[in-house]
């Protein structure tokens, strides 16, 4: 695909569903979850990059989708907040923790917050509080002052240790 | 020129370079996308043309060089440089400087070195290592493949490398074994960018200070190299406090347009380039020992 394209055609396994879409140069990831998939769990923030309230996982690494652009993924497995619970429609170990340690508040920045939790975990299962704080570093909070974060990241930890 | 954005996701390196010198208006090459599409969403900038270097092979991986050197792709991610056993082995100040970078996992995961050096920002965080450790770049314009010092790219009045060349690879010197490094990065936030930064190489003989490599970042427009500065006041000597004291006069002394901004007023940068500067130095003087 040399020429130049007013419209790219990508293809993505989102949550597990292949789509195809036609993306415009530009858009971004973000634009396209919410606007076209109906995927609104992805928060839109800042738009900037630093809040972390559009987390996803691209090909299995987090990133904030409002600075991906769109059609510089003609293929991808992404995976976002809708797809973190179990196909019985429970809540994910990580999100139970984050539940059980009241580790919200108003939830906004959730999907910065428990994509963060889910990469740091998948490399290192018993992190210490300062690696708890730089993995949600990415990620804004303004409603619990952090503590409850890393209280819930611990008991995530915990959880999943705990699970074959 | 058309209203609505185009993109083109050329195969190969030789292919890019030539859609690039065929754009009269100029095509914006887009990598991770994390510093430009800020600016984009923000409405600040609106490219007519995109090319997307992500499908690029001969932009990726990090692998030793016939000559000794490593050769780091310019789509190499903060996270991999972070993580990489060769740049963990043999550029370990580089794999540090790329843990200090902001914007947390998410970015680290999608922002290349590539980006990072090309932008030019005086606040980012690899360029003062690389520097430090004089690497070279290559980039490629049109038909034409330029290898040069990054120093050079990085004094380049026109600021960066223009709008048709692509930045294809970083390539270093390894580090020798027992040659101290350190990045300091002073924040006076909790945001991503630090008020002064500094990247620092030492080589220790008998508990003196043989050679020192000193590059201080976020205090100025441009990245000041304060090596010279550095050695004549330090090869020689034990590195005490009354050195450190004096290095961090002579490098705030060095500092004539200090940046005044959301980091901080310029006065104060000044002085803490001097901070940054002493304390990496101490830091690298102290791992050299260890080693
Ligand atoms: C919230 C946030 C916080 C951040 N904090 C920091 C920080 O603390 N420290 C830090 O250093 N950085 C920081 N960054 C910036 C970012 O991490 C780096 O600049 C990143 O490496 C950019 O790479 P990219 O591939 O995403 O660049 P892009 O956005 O794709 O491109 C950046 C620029 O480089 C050009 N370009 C990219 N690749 C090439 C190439 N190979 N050849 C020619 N031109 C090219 C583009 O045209 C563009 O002008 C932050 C970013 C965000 C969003």
Redesign the pocket.
């Known amino acids: 695909m040399d020429d130049l394209a007013q419209s790219v055609l990508v293809q993505w396994r989102v949550n597990g569903v292949l789509h195809e879409l036609d993306v415009l140069p530009g858009q971004s990831l973000m634009d396209v979850l919410r606007d076209a998939l109906r995927l609104t769990g992805t928060h839109m923030g800042c738009m900037?990059?630093?809040c972390g309230a559009c987390t996803v996982m691209i090909d299995g690494r987090i990133a904030?989708s409002c600075?991906a652009q769109a059609a510089t993924l003609p293929r991808a497995e992404i995976r976002t907040i809708e797809g973190l619970m179990g196909p019985d429609g429970r809540l994910s170990p990580v999100q139970q923790a984050f539940w059980d340690e009241a580790g919200f508040q108003c939830g906004y920045c959730a999907p910065g917050m428990l994509f963060s939790a889910i990469e740091l975990l998948s490399e290192t299962p018993d992190p210490t509080d300062a690696e708890i704080d730089s993995a949600l570093a990415?990620s804004l909070c303004r409603c619990t002052g952090y503590q409850s974060l890393r209280r819930a990241v611990r008991a995530a930890a915990r959880a999943l240790r705990e699970t074959p | 020129m058309s209203l609505y954005p185009s993109l083109a996701r050329p195969r190969t390196l030789a292919d890019a370079a030539a859609l690039l010198a065929s754009l009269s208006s100029g095509g914006?090459?887009?990598?991770?996308?994390?510093?430009?599409?800020?600016s984009i969403n923000a409405g600040v900038l609106a490219p007519e043309v995109y090319v997307d270097?992500g499908g690029l092979a001969e932009?990726r991986g990090i692998a030793e060089t016939p000559e000794g050197l490593l050769a780091i792709g310019?789509?190499t991610v903060?996270r991999e440089l972070q993580t990489h056993p060769l740049v963990t082995a043999k550029l370990p100040l580089l794999g540090h400087a790329a843990t200090?970078?902001?914007?947390?996992r998410q970015?680290h995961n999608?922002?290349?070195?590539?980006?990072?050096l090309?932008?030019q920002?005086p606040?980012?965080?690899?360029a003062p290592s690389l520097l430090a450790l004089e690497a070279e770049v290559e980039?490629v314009k049109g038909s034409e493949t330029v290898r040069q010092p990054l120093a050079a790219m990085l004094a380049d009045s026109r600021h960066g490398?223009g709008s048709e060349?692509?930045?294809?690879r970083v390539l270093v010197v390894p580090m020798a074994e027992g040659l101290g490094f350190a990045y300091e990065k002073l924040k006076a936030s909790g945001g991503?960018?630090?008020s002064a930064n500094a990247a620092a190489l030492v080589k220790l003989t008998n508990g003196r200070v043989a050679a020192v490599r000193l590059v201080v970042g976020a205090v100025a427009e441009r990245l000041l190299d304060a090596s010279a500065a550095a050695a004549a006041l330090l090869v020689g000597r034990p590195f005490d406090a009354a050195a450190g004291a004096a290095l961090a006069h002579a490098v705030s002394a060095l500092v004539t347009a200090p940046l005044s901004d959301a980091q901080g007023p310029g006065p104060w940068r000044q002085a803490m380039a001097g901070v940054v500067a002493r304390r990496a130095v101490a830091a690298a003087v102290q791992r050299a020992g260890r080693a």
């Open positions: 900037t990059g630093h904030k600075i990415g | 914006v090459v887009i990598a991770g996308g994390q510093e430009l599409m800020p270097i932009l310019a789509l903060h200090r970078a902001g914007g947390g970015v999608r922002g290349t070195i590539g980006g990072n090309v932008a920002h606040l980012y965080d690899l980039w490398l060349a692509i930045l294809a991503a960018y630090g």
